[in-house]
């Protein structure tokens, strides 16, 4: 008999993982609900601030958004000051009235290899990024950027990506 009483086991208490999924499940279905109420509700803020506005509008189709990457610098260029007074006049002179409406610059470290060199050549470089309705206008005022680096500078390229985006302010 006690062979057979070793034989008998009781369930099992679910495991650590089991535990978990399973009150994962729960708080998801709860969000869920909570949710479901939340977008029936309307807004308190009401319609956006800038309705009615052509250049910052609530919804926007036909939307682009551009990145275009400049080397200002080598890495280790002792005088960073120099390269950042010229990059300013540069924006003012160039690229804000092209895009007054507004844009982004973030600082970044790149590297490229330019055409017969063998090795990448590291820089201090900005990243714009603008948001524009999709016209050949603002198309033209983008590669007219890019042109005027180049000419600045004696760079070979200005790097640009473009894709669609939904915009909304």
């Given at each position: 008999?006690?062979?057979?009483?070793?034989?008998?086991?009781?369930?099992?208490?679910?495991?650590?993982?089991?535990?978990?999924?399973?009150?994962?499940?729960?708080?998801?279905?709860?969000?869920?609900?909570?949710?479901?109420?939340?977008?029936?509700?309307?807004?308190?803020?009401?319609?956006?601030?800038?309705?009615?506005?052509p250049?910052?509008p609530?919804?926007?189709?036909?939307?682009?958004?551009?990145?275009?990457?400049?080397?200002?610098?080598?890495?280790?260029?002792?005088?960073?000051d120099?390269?950042?007074?010229?990059?300013?006049?540069?924006l003012?002179?160039?690229?804000?009235?092209?895009?007054?409406?507004?844009?982004?610059?973030?600082?970044?470290?790149?590297?490229?290899?330019?055409?017969?060199?063998?090795?990448?050549?590291?820089?201090?470089?900005?990243?714009?990024?603008?948001?524009?309705?999709?016209?050949?206008?603002?198309?033209?005022?983008?590669?007219?950027?890019?042109a005027?680096?180049?000419?600045?500078?004696?760079?070979?390229?200005?790097?640009?990506?473009?894709?669609?985006a939904?915009?909304?302010?």
């Amino acid at each position: 008999m006690q062979a057979h009483k070793d034989m008998v086991r009781r369930p099992a208490a679910p495991s650590k993982t089991l535990r978990i999924r399973m009150n994962l499940r729960i708080v998801l279905f709860a969000g869920l609900f909570f949710l479901a109420g939340c977008a029936t509700s309307p807004s308190p803020a009401g319609p956006a601030a800038l309705a009615d506005d052509p250049a910052h509008p609530a919804v926007a189709v036909g939307w682009v958004r551009t990145e275009l990457y400049f080397g200002i610098a080598l890495a280790d260029d002792p005088n960073p000051d120099r390269t950042e007074t010229k990059w300013r006049a540069f924006l003012d002179t160039e690229v804000t009235p092209r895009f007054p409406d507004g844009l982004s610059v973030f600082d970044i470290y790149g590297q490229w290899r330019s055409k017969g060199h063998a090795e990448p050549v590291r820089q201090r470089s900005k990243v714009i990024v603008v948001l524009y309705p999709d016209t050949p206008a603002h198309r033209a005022d983008i590669d007219a950027v890019r042109a005027a680096w180049k000419k600045e500078t004696g760079d070979q390229s200005v790097l640009k990506v473009t894709q669609p985006a939904e915009v909304s302010f």
